[in-house]
């Protein structure tokens, strides 16, 4: 799993039906690229979180046809380098 | 999910049936190299589009006989790094 | 899926029974990298082609037993960037 | 399978419930980036590991309803290069 | 499927029984990085060899329990850039 920074949120309006109405967030990776990806925990701009990939990320909010391929896992209270 | 802009359509012709008749879309990474994605949203060249990969991205058509691994999910309206 | 250059075939001897007989191409990627993949397409060497990843791959020869990650989707006749 | 050193252990509040209560080990790769992976074997900081990713990683702990897309498999114990 | 060359094999102690037991090789990638992966082919140290990862390498030695993510599929005889 991956450590990433929350950004904000994603607004988008072509968007397919598998994403049905669960929150996209836009995530920032060590390195500077973003990601976004589903939040079923409500993780807030400035927040540090995990997130888990693959099939696993469509069962992170108990529905398997949402469509993501990143899901936030937790949010992160302590981790050596963050200060 | 990955963030990523559209630039054309592909024209292509020994292509396996696997495909069916989904439209095929060049992608631009952040980073600047090329990717190939199905995409059943629509997008128009100059779209930033978000993108599902793996298993995910062969139901977005709502046809998991689609044999792509990465699929359009939905045309980004507004994200800070944009302008 | 990745935009790859054939280079040519690869000769193997020990070879898992797992990939019967199809055609194994050498790929290069944009940054120069080298792939393996099943081509159930029949692509040439020059060829620019894309492919397709993870269990996407072992359904291109119609055949799920194949164990492949990678694999031939088409050839690309017309690409921005190939001139 | 990736080679990486754990670092320590993570602590975090709002986590998904398809997490559980396995362990989670921050780990930093060979080029410096940090990720994080759940834990059946109970690796100490220091040690050196390897994991497993995909679903693979979800079946380590004998519970295919964890979450997780990275998974410690084995503690190493001689490898050429750590010294 | 990624072209790499077999460095030489892993000894482990805690390691999760999913492995049951298979070999364990350490391969260097063309960017020098390292991985571990289960080989039923019998690789020796200085082939060139060729992986196949996800679900398909847990295929490979026809035992889909084995929680490997990486795995040899044949050693190669010709490779243009091996000279």
């Not at 929350?6 to 996209?24: D, F, N, P, W, Y």
């Not at 807030?44 to 469509?58: D, H, I, K, Q």
Request: aromatic residues 6%; glycine residues 10%.
């Amino acid at each position: 799993m991956q450590i990433v920074k929350v950004e904000g949120s994603l607004q988008c309006t072509a968007r397919i039906e598998g994403l049905k109405h669960v929150a996209l967030r836009v995530l920032q990776t060590e390195s500077g690229s973003r990601l976004v990806a589903t939040d079923p925990v409500g993780a807030e701009p400035g927040n540090w979180v995990f997130v888990t990939s693959g099939s696993a990320a469509r069962y992170t909010a108990g529905d398997f046809e949402i469509l993501t391929d990143l899901a936030v896992c937790g949010i992160i209270d302590h981790w050596p380098d963050k200060e």
